[in-house]
């Protein structure tokens, strides 16, 4: 199953309808798609808000023809397509196991890259990854785009606001649909596993909102109750922060097909004077001593794709930096290497 619409159905009409207005870019954008596996549609839902934006080319592993893009160009080879159109920005967005190799190849010709996360499914594919970002001096982005839905922004409002206090205890929930998933998810050397596929949303959301730091985790994993082949299909992992606290997350494909939504993401941060959470059926909720618990006003959606032109062109900071990028990427790798052997692992930084 691909993310490509779904996420930009559900938030596309309150995020862009509220702010309407064209975000100016310094010279024409021209963007190039490697690649329908996730979310595609970051890029491509805010383009009419982006009058100096232009997809211009497109890749697809499928062979299929996408329609949506019809004014721009197909290629059947990716590589030629970095070669052959003069590009500002490519999408990153094929399976995972292919990801590092073909940010490098961008990175090498000097194209800004905006990647389906993760960057890579290992420690060595994520350092060579980032040498080749750091030695050509291109512009990296993740998609990430949870950090810029309102709930999570309120969440992390509550915390920065200091009525929680120090936050000593995490709890993140990941909990999806199996639904039909292309063949690349049932084989870990193109998937790389469901804490860096799924987890990595919730451990960014935790380590942001929280601002704590992850310093060692250990985790279990099973592939029981469906048939992915190599894809786990439930894991459990728990975290030290760096002030001595606890964190888990657990990540599962159980959800059943009849629940109105494709995701039951949930996230509860324990402060030393008050609680805040999040749940779809409660929303974002704040408990703080001496006080009754109230419900958070929301901010307005972000867009993933827009923060990170305005950080490229138009020198503002971003709200998804790129030490933030490279440092979960870092805590997911080393939570699904726990998780695959059943150990405690450092993380190490």
């Known amino acids: ?65 996408q329609t949506r893009l019809a004014s721009a160009k197909k290629y059947t080879d990716w590589r030629e397509m970095l070669d052959k159109e003069k590009l500002d920005i490519v999408s990153v967005t094929n399976n995972n196991g292919e990801r590092a190799g073909a940010i490098i190849e961008a990175a090498k010709r000097k194209i800004n890259v905006m990647a389906e996360k993760p960057l890579a499914i290992d420690k060595a594919g994520l350092s060579a990854v980032r040498h080749a970002v750091e030695a050509n001096k291109i512009s990296l982005g993740m998609m990430l785009p949870m950090r810029y839905e309102p709930q999570y922004l309120a969440v992390k409002k509550s915390i920065e606001s200091g009525l929680v206090g120090e ?12 639904g039909s998933r292309a063949p690349w998810f049932s084989k870990t050397a193109t998937y790389g596993g469901s804490i860096i596929w799924v987890g990595i949303h919730m451990l960014d959301l935790m380590r942001w909102t929280s601002g704590r730091e992850f310093t060692m985790v250990g985790g279990f994993e099973t592939r029981k109750g469906r048939d992915v082949g190599e ?27 009849t629940a109105p939504t494709h995701g039951d993401d949930r996230l509860r941060l324990v402060g030393t004077q008050g609680i805040v959470e999040y749940q779809a059926s409660t929303g974002v909720t704040l408990m703080t ?41 870092e805590v997911t790798i080393a939570a699904e290497d726990a998780s695959s052997h059943g150990k405690m692992v450092r993380i190490a930084g």
């Open 167 to 178: 936050v000593v205890q995490i709890a993140g929930q990941k909990s999806y649909k199996l």
């Open 231 to 257: 894809m786990e299909t439930a894991t459990a992992s728990v975290f030290q922060l760096d002030n001595g606290g606890v964190a888990t997350l657990r990540v599962d494909y159980f959800r059943p097909e």
């Open 1 to 65: 199953m691909r993310d490509l619409s779904r996420r930009a159905i559900l938030l596309a009409p309150a995020a862009f309808a509220a702010a309407a207005e064209p975000v100016r870019l310094p010279k024409k954008i021209r963007v190039a798609i490697l690649g329908f596996e996730g979310h595609t549609a970051e890029v491509l839902t805010p383009l009419n808000r982006l009058p100096d934006v232009e997809v211009v080319a497109y890749w697809d592993s499928t062979g299929k023809t």
């Open 289 to 329: 001593a001496g006080a009754p618990p109230k419900v958070v006003d929301l901010p307005p959606a972000q867009s993933l794709f827009i923060d990170y032109l305005n950080a490229t062109y138009n020198g503002k900071p971003p709200t998804l930096p790129v030490s933030d990028i490279y440092r979960i990427c």
